[in-house]
C-alpha cells in the first residue's frame, strides 16, 4: 500500500488550492482515506474523510462549508479541493487510509495504517 500525496504550495489568503492524494497497490473500494494536518506545535488534526465504498464523507468544523473531499476510484486518487484559504490552514496534510469503508462512528476515530509523505500548505501574503 503506497499514498502519495500532492499540491501542496503558496496561496495567499481566500485563495485555493487542490491536493491529490494517489493509492498505489490496492483499490479504495473497501477504504476510508483521510486527510489530516498538522502546524508546528500543534497536534495532528483530521479535516476531512471520505469513503471509498459509498462515499460517504465528514468534515472537521474548521474546514466545513471550505473544503471539499471527492474520490476518483478508477483512477485510485483522492482529492481535497480548499476555497477561502486562511492563514491558519497553513500546515502539512497529509493523506492516510484505513480499511474501513463503511462507518460505524465517526472516521476520525479509526485508525489509519498507511500514511503518505506530506504536502506543505502555506496561506500568507
Known amino acids: 500500500v503506497q499514498l502519495q500525496a500532492s499540491g501542496g504550495g503558496l496561496v495567499q489568503p481566500g485563495g485555493s488550492l487542490r491536493l491529490s492524494c494517489a493509492a498505489s497497490k490496492f483499490a479504495l473500494d473497501y477504504h476510508t482515506i483521510g486527510w489530516f494536518r498538522q502546524a508546528p506545535g500543534k497536534e495532528r488534526e483530521g479535516v476531512s474523510f471520505?469513503?471509498?465504498?459509498?462515499?460517504?464523507?465528514f468534515y472537521a468544523d474548521s474546514v466545513k462549508g471550505r473544503f471539499t473531499v471527492s474520490i476518483a476510484n478508477a483512477e485510485s486518487t483522492v482529492y481535497l479541493q480548499m476555497n477561502g484559504l486562511k492563514p491558519e490552514d497553513t500546515a502539512v496534510y497529509y493523506c492516510?487510509?484505513?480499511?474501513?469503508?463503511?462507518?460505524?462512528?465517526?472516521?476520525?476515530?479509526?485508525?489509519?495504517?498507511?500514511w503518505g509523505q506530506g504536502t506543505q500548505v502555506t496561506v500568507s501574503s
Open positions: 471520505i469513503s471509498g465504498e459509498d462515499g460517504r464523507t
Open positions: 492516510a487510509s484505513t480499511r474501513t469503508g463503511t462507518w460505524t462512528m465517526a472516521p476520525t476515530n479509526y485508525v489509519f495504517d498507511y
